[in-house]
């Protein structure tokens, strides 16, 4: 049997784990948890009754959150222009000697912009940024010849979600000092974003489960046929 911390076991108790609540509700919950001694990232979970094996039913894009993340986010860009990068925001800028440092272990960044010239010298890390979910992508905005557009959508709380292959995605939609209200405006934007990326041939039911957790924090179970209409 897992060992749990007193906090999380205590989280627990206030959970009913039969019961699927209103948003409302669950970030009720979820502000009543013990909290640790930072300032917990609040992650949406969602568990799809698609078919990840079929790659028309492969679900992914990205969302802006209205409210931010409340991270701060680190962004490198690959570009031979690096002074128009580092003008535009990004934290770390260049090409050759970036790729250079990434390929010695260098990772201090969230967050990887490419031009699409630049696109062709990248590729060389792709198994190093792949597996990290690092790798820049045109569907993920992150490749692009507007480089100052990118950068500001990233760090003003644009974030990707991707389903894994066990049909599952986790979004990070705030921080536990966010307000009640924020956090579900956050939760209701990336749940149509999700909802609209249905693929138009699935049949059957799309969201099997929907939950929100905080880092430290049980899972609170949130009842998904109260957007019933989103996915109609």
Excluded: C, H
Excluded at 84 to 111: C, H, S, T
Excluded at 127 to 137: C, V
Excluded at 147 to 159: P, T
């Amino acid at each position: 049997m897992p060992k749990y911390s007193k906090r999380f076991t205590t989280a627990s108790e206030k959970v009913d784990v039969l019961k699927r609540y209103s948003l409302d509700e669950a970030i009720s919950i979820l502000q009543d948890f013990p909290q640790a001694k930072f300032d917990e990232t609040v992650e949406l979970s969602f568990r799809l009754g698609v078919d990840p094996r079929q790659s028309d039913q492969m679900i992914r894009g990205t969302v802006s959150l209205p409210n931010g993340s409340g991270k701060k986010v680190t962004v490198a860009v690959f570009t031979e222009d690096e002074k128009a990068a580092l003008d535009a925001g990004a934290d770390y800028a260049g090409l050759k000697e970036l790729i250079a440092k990434v390929q010695g272990g260098w990772m201090e960044f969230d967050v990887a912009v490419a031009t699409p010239a630049a696109m062709k010298e990248v590729r060389v890390i792709a198994r190093i940024l792949g597996p990290r979910g690092l790798m820049p992508n045109p569907k993920s905005g992150t490749v692009t010849d507007d480089i100052a557009k990118a950068i500001n959508e990233v760090k003003s709380g644009r974030v990707e979600y991707k389903m894994d292959k066990t049909a599952n995605i986790g979004v990070p939609v705030g921080k536990r000092s966010f307000e009640a209200d924020k956090i579900k405006e956050n939760i209701e934007t990336v749940i149509q974003k999700v909802v609209k990326a249905k693929p138009t041939s699935f049949r059957g039911r799309y969201l099997v489960n929907v939950s929100v957790s905080s880092t430290m924090s049980p899972g609170v179970a949130v009842d998904p046929s109260q957007y019933i209409d989103i996915e109609s």
